[in-house]
RNA sequence: GCACCCGUAGUUCAAUGGAUAGAAUAUCGGAUUCCGGUUCCGACGAUGUGGGUUCGAUUCCCGCCGGGUGUACCA
């Protein structure tokens, strides 16, 4: 029951028996049709001039007349220009939103046993420091990204690769030894990553008072750098790491699992999770191997001091560095041996990689690397990559100390939710857990719609005062104009009017209707194309299109007072799919809508 | 230098190569104030620049200008 799809197959059929010739569905351009002009879909006729070796006009009037002849579901037409605008009768429009109500998954593919396996890596933390702004806009593409693809019936792992390793996590675990006094999260009421995360700040104080210190005595800042004492117990602590030291590994594993549950935390607010974990302590190794076998096997080449790089150079781009000339690994190595590790684990069809913008270069490279390698899944690999998110004020800098704490913001939407329904008083009659069940919908409503509905590969900007606005293009407005209509239904009940199961054809609706309808069934589509190009932010603005479109309906039409009762039931049916079809939009972006608000 | 990305109303965002480039917000004017924070109508206002491709370009190609990112034996 696609409408669009019913065009399509009748114009094929027009063309056939007009022109006498075979054309296929991507050769057909059909679109909404613009406000201005009557109809509902516009079949452009351009593309079909070759084939019709008419003039633009005699085209569109000629498949005009056959379609309105020949297809029930056409009742007019009007030809402006090369445009054929259709109109589609409106016995039709009834029928369609009958369909959408007998089918509460509408728009959704149900996913099969043997369907596309996707793996999403998206998150992807430090364990030295806690969770950004700039995290946040990854995490909310990670999870909607996958939810979008499971609502396109595939099969869906949602994975995290968590940097555990390495020099930046032995800074804060030298920081606690020195000068922790033995502080944990317990004992000073810190969340295990701002614990950690503080430690990596007063690491790097106490080593820049060092180097200028030493830099006071005369020594330049590269000698200075040479000459630190810290800097070098950290390499020690990493090399003791290496070795397997059990203190060390001791000390390592517990701060990492502080840090741990500090990200549990934080995800469980944003409502992320994952299916399965990578550790690169536990994948590093995997890499080395990997590029150690293309080295034996003429892919890769090593120099006189030992170190192992790829030339790319046939490619367009530069040498890379695989492997240090003391034998360790680098970034590259980590990624290609935890593709690895993926790829003998499952039997991962299409493999996304949810990484800013910065790191466009490696993912090339990655590429080109798996494939080298002879790993086939390494060409069709995808970075979804996104901009940076600033703020109002300009760009976070973690030197300035202007970057968003992932945890604070959240908080700080959640209080700015609490207060403006408060002084509404909207909430007075509903008890103190409901209200902050919806306060926490609300406010992280309000940042994840705005993160989300911008185009992700773009930078933004994020005004936290704007998004939790109740009007305009927001979270909120969306959660509002659901809550209304379940208010609506509600109050039907009371009234004792029942949304009927069926409708009745036997009634007029008006154009608005109509519209309406048109655009609660374009969800199947927008659904499907924002799973087809990994585009997640179609669903922000197609739902806050149906949200805007139902509030002025909402204003024009009587539902609970009409008298007619067939066109009572209709709008109240609608106005019931409208609301469930809202939800569905929000649950990709994974927004919870409340009931009331 | 080279590579990639981005330049759209004052601002924040839209626009599978299609009609007069849409919203929101801000500002100004009018109507309505009837289930829930109103809503509706109007005004104002934009494709960085120069070429090319074609029936038709915000979109594709090339050259400039402006901004971002990358180009590390960092991750």
Known sequence: MNIENILQEAVIEAVKELYNADINASQITLQKTKREFKGHFTLVTFPLLKISKKNPEQTAQEIGEYLSKKSPVVSEFNVIKGFLNLTIAPEVWIKLLQYINDNPEFGFTPVADDAPLFMVEY????????????????????????????????????????????????????????????????????????????????????????????????????????????????????????????????????????????????????????????????????????????????????????SVWADLTAEGLDEKILLRSDGTSVYMTQDIGTAKLRFDDYPIDTMIYVVGNEQNYHFQVLSILLDKLGFEFGKGLVHFSYG???????????????????????????????????????LDDVSPEETENITQMVGLGALKYFILKVDPKKNMTFNPKESIDFNGNTGPFIQYTHARIKSILRRAKEQEIAVPETLSTDITISEKEEGLVQLLAEFENIVKQAGNEYNVSLIGNYVYDLAKEFNQFYHEYPMLREENEALRAFRLSLSKNIALTIKKGMKLFGIDVPERM
């Open 388 to 426: 940076m998110v600033e703020l109002p004020e300009g760009k976070m800098k973690s030197r300035e100390g202007t970057v968003v704490d992932a945890d604070d913001l959240m908080k700080e939407m959640i209080d700015t939710a609490r207060e403006t329904s408060q002084e509404l008083g909207k």
């Open 123 to 306: 998150s992807s933390p430090n364990t030295n420091k806690p969770l950004h702004l700039g995290h946040i806009r990854n995490n909310l593409l990670g999870h909607s990204l996958s939810e979008i693809l499971k609502a396109n019936g595939k099969r869906v792992i949602k994975t995290n690769i968590v940097n555990d390793r390495g020099i930046h996590i032995c800074k804060s675990m030298l920081a606690w030894q020195k000068w922790g006094n033995s502080e944990t999260p317990e004992s000073s009421g810190k969340k295990g990553d701002h614990l950690i995360g503080d430690y990596y700040v007063l690491f790097d104080q106490k080593y820049k008072a060092e180097l200028a210190d030493l830099q006071a005595k005369g020594l330049s800042k590269e000698e200075a750098e040479e000459q630190s004492a810290l800097m070098s117990e950290v390499r020690e602590m990493l090399r003791q790491w290496e070795a397997g030291d059990k203190e060390t590994v001791e000390l390592w594993k517990m701060m990492n699992n502080w840090v741990y549950a500090g990200f549990d935390e934080t995800y469980e607010k944003l409502g992320i999770t994952f299916d399965k974990i990578y550790y690169e302590s536990d994948t590093y190794l995997a890499g080395r191997d990997e590029v150690l076998r293309g080295l034996e096997d003429g892919i890769f080449y090593q120099k006189d001091d030992n």
